[in-house]
């Protein structure tokens, strides 16, 4: 345990995306690890709650309610996070939207706009504006950018193409950003989860048994099934190795993306 807790050692974190889940996890085991948190979300209250799990560990929390679509706003975020504490040492880029559950032929446009100026171009211009900050981190690696991805972009399936076209285009961003801001010493990596066993999931799978006539624990197995370790990925499990490319034991690691999903794809 003492081992995790080094990991983020006075690390300055910043969580754009702080919802149910993945969020949350990774606000909480970032704190354990010992970094510093900014939280950036559009809801103060999830914010208060998240800032409140960092300083029970001891960190400090800085809560910026934001709308990551906004460039002002994104402007203030960089802003707020130096005056706080004088230095950004990583920057995930987890939030995300999902456009219309239709096939690509016949999607909404709008939708996809949409989606897309959370899934694409806020990450894109957060780490533009963080990439000064990260550059001038005084951590020996380096500042990182983490962009969380999703095992969407190994499926084939029409209802799920839209999110696919985003999340596809979110990791050839994280590859040219690794190759921009490589010679500055900022590492950009991607984290894949497939299904996460979370709330959201959790009534999802709710959904699905009541619609098929099975049970919760039919829906799990199934979902768990294609996996090599017949199980899904827990949101603290997902959250470590996030963080993993935060740390010191990924200094030569960029350019990569790391499936989270039990074995369920091999790329």
Same mark, same amino acid.
């Given at each position: 345990?003492?081992?995790?807790?080094?990991?983020?050692?006075?690390?300055?974190?910043?969580?754009?995306?702080?919802?149910?889940?993945?969020?949350?996890?990774?606000?909480?085991?970032?704190?354990?690890?010992?970094?510093?948190?900014?939280?950036?979300?559009?809801?103060?209250?999830?914010?208060?709650?998240?800032?409140?799990?960092?300083?029970?560990?001891?960190?400090?929390?800085?809560?910026?309610?934001?709308?990551?679509?906004?460039?002002?706003?994104?402007?203030?975020?960089?802003?707020?996070?130096?005056?706080?504490?004088?230095?950004?040492?990583?920057?995930?880029?987890?939030?995300?939207?999902?456009?219309?559950?239709?096939?690509?032929?016949?999607?909404?446009?709008?939708?996809?706009?949409?989606?897309?100026?959370?899934?694409?171009?806020?990450?894109?211009?957060?780490?533009?504006?963080? $990439?000064?900050? =990260? #550059?001038?981190?005084?951590?020996?690696? %380096?500042?990182? +950018?983490?962009? *969380?991805?999703?095992?969407? !972009? /190994?499926?084939?399936?029409?209802?799920?193409?839209?999110?696919?076209?985003?999340?596809?285009?979110?990791?050839?961003? $994280?590859?040219? =950003? #690794?190759?921009?801001?490589?010679?500055? %010493?900022?590492? +950009?990596?991607? *984290?894949?989860?497939?299904? !996460? /066993?979370?709330?959201?999931?959790?009534?999802?799978?709710?959904?699905?048994?009541?619609?098929?006539?099975?049970?919760?624990?039919?829906?799990? #197995?199934?979902?768990?099934?294609?996996?090599?370790?017949?199980?899904?990925?827990?949101?603290?499990?997902?959250?470590?190795?996030?963080?993993?490319?935060?740390?010191?034991?990924?200094?030569?690691?960029?350019?990569?993306?790391?499936?989270?999903?039990?074995?369920?794809?091999?790329?």
């Amino acid at each position: 345990m003492s081992a995790m807790v080094d990991l983020l050692t006075d690390k300055v974190v910043v969580l754009s995306g702080v919802g149910p889940g993945l969020g949350r996890s990774l606000g909480e085991e970032a704190a354990k690890m010992g970094a510093d948190l900014v939280l950036a979300s559009r809801t103060p209250e999830r914010l208060e709650k998240m800032a409140e799990v960092v300083r029970s560990y001891g960190r400090r929390a800085l809560v910026v309610p934001t709308d990551i679509t906004d460039e002002d706003q994104r402007k203030a975020l960089v802003e707020a996070s130096l005056d706080e504490f004088g230095k950004v040492d990583c920057l995930i880029n987890n939030a995300f939207g999902i456009p219309p559950m239709d096939p690509i032929s016949t999607l909404d446009l709008d939708g996809l706009r949409n989606a897309n100026e959370t899934n694409v171009f806020a990450p894109l211009r957060l780490s533009s504006l963080f $990439a000064d900050a =990260l #550059a001038q981190s005084e951590d020996k690696i %380096g500042g990182s +950018v983490i962009m *969380v991805n999703s095992c969407v !972009i /190994y499926s084939s399936q029409p209802e799920y193409s839209g999110y696919k076209l985003s999340k596809g285009t979110l990791e050839h961003l $994280a590859q040219s =950003l #690794a190759t921009e801001l490589g010679p500055r %010493g900022i590492r +950009v990596n991607s *984290v894949a989860p497939s299904y !996460i /066993y979370e709330d959201v999931n959790k009534a999802y799978f709710d959904w699905i048994a009541q619609e098929s006539g099975r049970t919760h624990e039919d829906v799990y #197995a199934e979902k768990a099934a294609p996996t090599d370790l017949k199980r899904l990925a827990t949101p603290d499990e997902v959250a470590k190795a996030t963080l993993f490319l935060a740390s010191d034991l990924a200094s030569a690691v960029t350019g990569q993306m790391l499936n989270v999903d039990c074995g369920e794809f091999h790329a």
